[in-house]
């Protein structure tokens, strides 16, 4: 086996989507084209080994020329920084913190920890930067670029295995805030989405102290910057790790009056979407039932290729799971037949958004008491959590266990073969 555990887990995605699996397929697929575009200069798997490693080195200029021409995205949607002339150091914080008391007290409100923990943090470093006094131009594009190719990668890359690319690019951009000029504003914003995310998979693999702290460092950045979206994005996933169904409702009203603006509409349809699912939760029909036709007359205007970078994973399949999801909890009449279209207008990739969509789909069928059509869809969903490590589709599927009427012998056989497939 060639391939070693990967620390760019962008670069990895990006060619295992286009078939390359192993590294030495990579080599022979990158050398073929240095060849095609006159580049003589090849690579060999050391090379490889080096681009997906934690801290990979920008590619000299004629690497840059093939790894365009082959994956026809920027270098920083690859897991490729730039050198940058200025990154923060824990001494430069500790200076920081010496000069300005006011400052470190607001530090540590934000993140909630002690100080010593704060400035060794990545959110720490984000916070104290979008304070400091210090301006100067850096390499924003490539980073910006990377903000979206991470939310990219989020739809198909366990969060164990993203969350540390994401936590380091925080801490990257963290350093190169205060330098940043006139690109001071992108890179916030791009810290700030890059903050939210690391949040999210943190909540997702259970660290939930520093998924709050990244998600108020988000915040903060949100209004560091003047950019509304950024806190609804944060709002939006901070629904999901609160246990009262009317307090995550609450949030998301409040994500919804932050996207009111055009370039919005898919953020206010996934964010409307969410509320009728807590509204649902929380027993009031009419209100779910209001939210759930708001989010579908916003999705009508939706373009998600072109807004947010955080909003391109809610598709239709996506917002016909919240349907789903939603007139479950209502006992809606309607339900099997949105089961049914949500089934259909689900496409094979992205495991992770399968695997809640077919687990919505599945608990639907199973309520309806379509038995047979919730034992298919749930084995499918199971597969499509495990691959994608899936914490929401886990959970969905947990739920259907526990929903499964106990004295069917076919619904108590799906239970238990669901119990040893998720742990």
Same mark, same amino acid.
């Given at each position: 086996?060639?391939?070693?555990?990967?620390?760019?887990?962008?670069?990895?995605?990006?060619?295992?989507?286009?078939?390359?699996?192993?590294?030495?397929?990579?080599?022979?697929?990158?050398?073929?084209?240095?060849?095609?575009?006159?580049?003589?200069?090849?690579?060999?798997?050391?090379?490889?080994?080096?681009?997906?490693?934690?801290?990979?080195?920008?590619?000299?200029?004629?690497?840059?020329?093939?790894?365009?021409?082959?994956?026809?995205?920027?270098?920083?949607?690859?897991?490729?920084?730039?050198?940058?002339?200025?990154?923060?150091?824990?001494?430069?914080?500790?200076?920081?913190?010496?000069?300005?008391?006011?400052?470190?007290?607001?530090?540590?409100?934000?993140?909630?920890?002690?100080?010593?923990?704060?400035?060794?943090?990545?959110?720490?470093?984000?916070?104290?930067?979008?304070? #400091?006094?210090?301006?100067?131009?850096?390499?924003?594009?490539?980073?910006?670029?990377?903000?979206?190719?991470?939310?990219?990668?989020?739809?198909?890359?366990?969060?164990?295995?993203?969350?540390?690319?994401?936590?380091?690019?925080?801490?990257?951009?963290?350093?190169?805030?205060? #330098?940043?000029?006139?690109?001071?504003?992108?890179?916030?914003?791009?810290?700030?989405?890059?903050?939210?995310?690391?949040?999210?998979?943190?909540?997702?693999?259970?660290?939930?102290?520093?998924?709050?702290?990244?998600?108020?460092?988000?915040?903060?950045?949100?209004?560091?910057?003047?950019?509304?979206?950024?806190?609804?994005?944060?709002?939006?996933?901070?629904?999901?790790?609160?246990?009262?169904?009317?307090?995550?409702?609450?949030?998301?009203?409040?994500?919804?009056?932050?996207?009111?603006?055009?370039?919005?509409?898919?953020?206010?349809?996934?964010?409307?979407?969410?509320?009728?699912?807590?509204?649902?939760?929380?027993?009031?029909?009419?209100?779910?039932?209001?939210?759930?036709?708001?989010?579908?007359?916003?999705?009508?205007?939706?373009?998600?290729?072109?807004?947010?970078?955080?909003?391109?994973?809610?598709?239709?399949?996506?917002?016909? #799971?919240?349907?789903?999801?939603?007139?479950?909890?209502?006992?809606?009449?309607?339900?099997?037949?949105?089961?049914?279209?949500?089934?259909?207008?689900?496409?094979?990739?992205?495991?992770?958004?399968?695997?809640?969509?077919?687990?919505?789909?599945?608990?639907?069928?199973?309520?309806?008491?379509?038995?047979?059509?919730?034992?298919?869809?749930?084995?499918?969903?199971?597969?499509?959590?495990?691959?994608?490590?899936?914490?929401?589709?886990?959970?969905?599927?947990?739920?259907?266990?526990?929903?499964?009427?106990?004295?069917?012998?076919? #619904?108590?056989?799906?239970?238990?073969?669901?119990?040893?497939?998720?742990?």
């Amino acid at each position: 086996m060639d391939d070693r555990k990967p620390g760019n887990p962008l670069l990895v995605a990006a060619r295992t989507r286009l078939g390359w699996t192993t590294q030495r397929e990579f080599v022979a697929e990158y050398n073929k084209c240095a060849l095609r575009i006159g580049e003589r200069t090849s690579i060999t798997i050391r090379q490889v080994r080096r681009w997906e490693s934690a801290l990979p080195p920008w590619p000299r200029e004629y690497a840059q020329r093939v790894l365009g021409e082959l994956f026809g995205v920027p270098l920083g949607s690859l897991g490729f920084t730039p050198p940058a002339p200025y990154y923060v150091q824990k001494s430069d914080v500790a200076r920081v913190q010496e000069e300005d008391p006011v400052l470190r007290r607001t530090f540590l409100q934000i993140a909630g920890v002690g100080g010593a923990d704060l400035m060794t943090e990545p959110w720490g470093r984000l916070s104290a930067a979008l304070r #400091s006094p210090r301006v100067d131009r850096a390499s924003a594009g490539a980073l910006v670029d990377r903000t979206a190719a991470l939310f990219a990668a989020e739809e198909w890359t366990p969060a164990r295995q993203l969350y540390p690319a994401a936590a380091g690019h925080v801490d990257q951009l963290a350093g190169l805030i205060a #330098s940043a000029g006139e690109n001071r504003l992108p890179l916030t914003v791009a810290a700030g989405e890059a903050s939210a995310l690391a949040g999210w998979l943190a909540w997702d693999i259970g660290e939930t102290d520093t998924a709050r702290s990244f998600l108020r460092t988000a915040m903060a950045a949100s209004e560091d910057a003047g950019h509304p979206p950024l806190a609804a994005l944060v709002l939006g996933y901070a629904s999901y790790t609160v246990d009262d169904p009317r307090q995550a409702r609450k949030m998301l009203v409040a994500g919804q009056e932050r996207v009111t603006g055009p370039g919005c509409a898919t953020a206010r349809a996934w964010l409307a979407a969410r509320e009728a699912e807590e509204a649902a939760a929380s027993g009031d029909q009419e209100g779910a039932i209001r939210a759930l036709e708001r989010a579908r007359t916003a999705y009508d205007y939706a373009d998600p290729e072109n807004e947010q970078p955080w909003v391109r994973f809610f598709g239709p399949a996506r917002l016909d #799971s919240l349907a789903v999801s939603t007139l479950a909890r209502l006992e809606h009449r309607d339900l099997e037949r949105e089961a049914e279209r949500a089934e259909s207008r689900l496409g094979g990739n992205d495991a992770k958004i399968r695997a809640v969509v077919l687990a919505d789909v599945a608990a639907a069928y199973a309520q309806v008491g379509n038995l047979d059509r919730a034992a298919v869809t749930a084995r499918q969903a199971a597969t499509a959590t495990t691959r994608g490590e899936a914490t929401l589709g886990r959970q969905r599927l947990l739920d259907l266990v526990g929903r499964l009427p106990v004295r069917d012998v076919q #619904s108590r056989e799906l239970g238990e073969e669901l119990r040893a497939v998720l742990g």
